[in-house]
């Protein structure tokens, strides 16, 4: 069955970095494309960034453009997502959620979340 | 403020049936598909409709989906307790190339 895990969330000072992973299975990782999606406390749902199956193209929310860096690599089956000058209002549970070949297409499955929260 | 606009809940007694609006413009809703994911309390976001009405396998056909212009709604009917959980509608802007959600709507079955 399709599974995806995060890890690498934690406490983290402003303008420090935090690198999340996702770990997946069950399916052919490479011919997907994958997103990043979170959720701040209490809050709606906030796409991140997507990721094209060969990894040559990405896309950015604007609140995170320039800061976060989406990556992939195939041969192990892993997401991740570099997060570089973090500020509070990036604290929410981050999501990775399997796309499809076409990058704006829906998510089909996701992860259990991973939370990231940035004070001092 | 979110690029999609949804009603921030809905109510509806058992076994009646709701819908759930989802407004967008012509760079996003008006012209890609529009899906829809059921967040259950303390869980992970579920795809419950994509492609505009299609249903995952495991959805149950009391949820449906539909579109019209830079619109699309979410039904649900013989509502359950169960199905008490927050809804959101999603999308790709093509102007932003960017994936936009709606800011969720709150279901409460009473």
């Known amino acids: 069955q399709v599974q995806l895990v995060e890890s690498g969330g934690g406490v983290v000072q402003p303008g420090r970095s935090l690198r999340l992973s996702c770990a997946v299975s069950g399916f052919t990782f490479s011919n997907y494309g994958m997103h990043w999606v979170r959720q701040a406390p209490g809050k709606g749902l906030e796409w991140v960034a997507v990721?094209?199956?060969?990894?040559?193209?990405?896309y950015y929310a604007d609140s995170v453009k320039g800061r976060f860096t989406i990556s992939r690599d195939n041969s192990k089956n892993t997401l991740d997502l570099q997060m570089n000058s973090l500020r509070a209002e990036d604290t929410a549970v981050y999501y990775c959620?399997?796309?499809?070949?076409?990058?704006?297409?829906?998510?089909?499955?996701w992860g259990q979340g991973t939370l990231v929260t940035v004070s001092s | 403020q979110s690029v999609l606009t949804q009603p921030p809940s809905v109510s509806a007694a058992p076994g009646q049936k709701v819908t759930i609006s989802c407004s967008g413009s012509?760079?996003?809703?008006?012209?890609?598909?529009v899906s829809w994911y059921q967040q259950l309390p303390g869980t992970a976001p579920k795809l419950l409709i994509y492609?505009?009405?299609r249903r995952p396998s495991g959805i149950p056909d009391r949820f449906s989906g539909s579109k019209s212009g830079t619109s699309a709604t979410l039904g649900i009917t013989g509502l359950q307790t169960g199905d008490e959980a927050d809804y959101y509608c999603?999308?790709?802007?093509?102007?932003?190339?960017?994936?936009?959600f709606g800011g969720g709507t709150k279901l409460t079955v009473l």
């Open positions: 012509s760079s996003n809703i008006g012209n890609n598909y």
């Open positions: 990721i094209s199956y060969d990894g040559r193209n990405k």
């Open positions: 999603g999308t790709w802007d093509s102007s932003l190339s960017a994936w936009v």
């Open positions: 492609e505009n009405n």
């Open positions: 959620a399997k796309g499809q070949w076409l990058l704006a297409s829906y998510f089909d499955y």
